[in-house]
């Protein structure tokens, strides 16, 4: 057992008052200094906090709280940086490699030894879990109980009892899906390899439209005004759907590397 040291600065005052403005961007982060940022819809930073872990994804809870995925432990954070809960696996030869919550439940891919989805409470408690076999890089819920996972140039969509509902698998296999995320009836998929950029597909995962970025994209969070936000090494991009860049934020650092991205947009009282 080891005891994390964490860190977090923040222009937040009402924090233990009850009222929450929960439009933020969290987005993690490696290299140099390991941690998650918490940025406005214009990508201005509004915190941060070091965890000490190398985290690769992020997903926003529902009090104003993330969890992270690194290795075999899925943290679970305050954005003060205060620790919740620290929920390793006993086989370190399992790795998750995404997160996302969706109502009560914590979905988290994993890879290694075992491939497959843990079905986790807000408290990370194992409710249930689906083997799949695959080496999923990314994942996102959708609305009827259903996921999405991306891995190689594939895209599954399974319902949370472990039915697959669909495998596109997309022809090319030099693509390389990297994450996925979900709003209201769309499907936003980024990917890299012989091409880069994201597919935007409905929820039966039938191809919309697609923009090309030029370059590697670690993760997406679509946004409620038709756009979508993307890691890439030093760099958090916003984009319309139309390939339109609204904002390049790029860290002035190389030695990090922006992994994780996830948002919420509602007020909480």
């Known amino acids: 057992m080891f005891t994390l040291l964490t860190y977090c600065t923040s222009i937040y005052s009402d924090l233990n008052k ?10 993690s982060y490696n290299g140099s200094q390991l941690g998650f940022s918490i940025r406005n819809f214009a990508l201005e930073q509004k915190g941060y906090c070091g965890t ?12 104003e709280d993330v969890y992270l995925t690194s290795n075999n432990h ?15 696996f006993p086989d370190s030869n399992i790795t998750y490699t995404g997160v996302v919550v969706k109502g009560d439940k914590v979905y988290a891919t994993y890879d290694g ?18 083997d ?22 594939h895209v599954y969509h399974y319902k949370t009892d472990g039915t697959l509902l669909k495998d596109m698998c997309f022809p090319d296999t030099g693509i390389n899906y990297t994450d996925v995320s979900v709003f209201a009836n769309t499907v936003y998929i980024s990917y890299m390899g012989s091409q880069q950029g994201v597919s935007i597909r409905s929820l039966e995962l039938e191809q919309l439209s697609w923009m090309g970025t030029n370059f590697n994209i670690n993760a ?50």
């Open 132 to 153: 799949t076999g695959v080496h999923a890089t990314g994942i996102a819920a959708g609305s009827n109980d259903d996921l999405y996972i991306t891995a190689a140039n």
């Open 113 to 130: 030894s075992q491939r497959g989805v843990t079905i986790r409470d807000l408290n990370l408690n194992q409710v249930s879990y689906i």
């Open 74 to 88: 899925i943290y679970h954070y305050n954005i003060n940086g205060e620790l919740i809960k620290d929920m390793c």
């Open 18 to 27: 009850g009222v929450f403005m929960t439009d933020n961007i969290y987005v």
């Open 220 to 269: 997406i969070a679509a946004a409620p005004d038709n756009s979508v936000y993307l890691t890439s090494a030093n760099h958090v991009y916003h984009y319309k759907l139309d390939g339109t860049l609204v904002k390049d934020m790029a860290f002035p650092s190389t030695s990090i590397n922006y992994t994780g991205i996830s948002m919420v947009f509602s007020v909480t009282t």
């Open 52 to 63: 000490g872990i190398d985290a690769n994804s992020i997903a926003a809870g529902l009090n």
